[in-house]
């Protein structure tokens, strides 16, 4: 698995090496092919203001946003398999975690599992699938916890 973050933010308070671990323990939770790359952006608001607007036509930031690759190549193939990238905006995760009483570390974990759930064919656009979705954001999050990383 190759998972690369970049942040667009300068200079990075966070430690990006976070974001890799637990988008790779995701992966194989997942169960995803030794050969997927994932890539994860931390952006500042006004990036993503911009991505929301230019992709979703919402003229507001948002938390988090996946893109899928449109073609990944064939598991078969021998070629690493681009899944897509998950991009976070930080400043708003901080906002949340305040209003939800949480972490800054927990709501960031959230939005990046959420995120490349997203992009491994999860969605929450009906009820049905919400809950799905956010029942595999629970315990994926708790099974991180458990292992201690």
Same mark, same amino acid.
């Given at each position: 698995?190759? /998972? +690369?973050? /970049? ?6 308070? &966070? ?7 637990? $988008? ?17 952006? /931390? ?10 607007? +230019? ?6 930031? #948002?938390?988090?946003?996946?893109? $899928? ?11 690493? /398999?681009? &899944?897509? *990238? ?9 906002? +949340?975690?305040?209003?939800?009483? #949480? #972490? ?10 959420? $995120?490349?759930?997203?992009? &491994?064919?999860? *969605? ?23 292992? $201690?990383?």
């Amino acid at each position: 698995m190759l /998972i +690369q973050v /970049i942040s667009h933010r300068e200079p990075e308070p &966070l430690a990006l090496d976070a974001f890799e671990r637990l $988008g790779s323990f995701v992966l194989r939770m997942e169960e995803a092919p030794d050969a997927v790359e994932l890539s994860v952006a /931390i952006v500042d608001e006004s990036e993503m203001a911009h991505l929301n607007e +230019q992709y979703r036509g919402v003229s507001e930031s #948002t938390d988090v946003l996946s893109f $899928g690759c449109d073609e990944p190549c064939p598991a078969d193939s021998g070629e690493p /398999i681009a &899944l897509g *990238d998950v991009v976070i905006a930080p400043d708003v995760a901080l906002r +949340q975690a305040s209003d939800l009483g #949480t #972490t800054v570390e927990m709501e960031l974990n959230l939005l990046l599992v959420h $995120g490349v759930l997203h992009l &491994l064919g999860y *969605d929450h656009d009906a009820d049905e699938e919400a809950a799905v979705m956010q029942a595999r954001e629970r315990a994926l999050l708790e099974a991180w916890v458990d292992a $201690g990383e």
